[in-house]
């Protein structure tokens, strides 16, 4: 392999893609990380604090089944290379590319934000998404355990809550989850892309191990948490094999649902993971990529509600009959209760019942 296609070890993205916003294009001179000492300039990562007015997001998109979501971090050290959430960072003034695991804006106002917004009169309960754009869990949180204090607001208010994470780290906040299942205010759903741990440290560099996962999920559902899975992305062409196997697994160890989405590589991140597939699988880089394409109509992206997350052709639906067959077999007869949306006027505070 030569130089100019080098992979460098410990991040997702290869690359810093340019910001259109602030014309700015990035150095694109390679690194081996692999012989770089742990403070190299190029594995350092920044946090950024930052200072939101608000901390719940409304969702818009009619594919996602939520009404708001909770980000207490912009950008992730995850380094997912397939990351949608790659798109906003632009928004800040920063790369979709490296800067986005590199550069990490910490809301460390977040808990008191969230507790004004629960406590305001005309506020009704529904359930709010944790991680609907970057991961709750990341490796920042285990220090400033904003997450935590979000979950704390959340069980003072008795608000219903959903998790998405691919950490192991949620289980220290294990007392909170058990507190508010008992009064079913929580759901978890932990991602799971893939069951090949080789493939995970390509892919996903900085997130949990498979195993640490799967044990995550066997703990929580044997706590008689909610749980759920998401195989997201499948990827034609890397992981769409597992599907049977992954659904099983899961099953055995307590998942209540799995769902899935199909890999979309909208703006910045068709640049980004072009360049990281043909660094570390140049043999099947061509492959993949027209796979891809081949399930969103010739192209890598796809805005197209109803059809984005899903895709279309021959082997989106191989992919949605095997769910739907696997499904059945493993998953049969299971479901998740509904989420408890009634406690919460009885927390608010007792100052605003008196208006």
Known sequence: MNEKNTYLKGRGAQINTANPYHNLVYDQTP????????????LRTEFIKVHPKTMLNKVTSPDIPADFSINPYQGCEHGCVYCYAR???PYWGYSAGLDFEQKILVKQNAAALLEKKLQHKKWKATPLMMSGNTDCYQPAEK?????RSLLEVIWKYRHPVGIITKN???MRDLDLLK???EHNLVHVTLSITTLDEKL???LEPRTATIQSRLRTLEKLSAEGIP???????????LNDHEIFQMVKTVADLGARAIGYTLVRLNGDVAEIFTDWIRKTMPDRADKVLNKIKECHGGSLSDNRFGKRMSGEGNIAKIISKQFRVAKEKYLKDRSTPPYNCEMHEDFKSPQLKLF
């Not at 220090?143 to 997450?147: F, L, S, V």
């Not at 749980?227 to 062409?237: E, R």
Request: proline letters at 8%.
């Open 227 to 237: 749980c759920n899975v998401m195989m997201a992305p499948i990827i034609p062409g």
């Open 87 to 89: 798109n906003t960072h």
């Open 31 to 42: 690194i081996d990380w692999s012989m770089a000492e742990e403070d190299h300039p190029s």
């Open 179 to 181: 507190k508010l299942n």
């Open 143 to 147: 220090e400033m355990k904003i997450t």
């Open 200 to 202: 995970r440290m390509l």
């Open 168 to 170: 192991s780290l949620i």
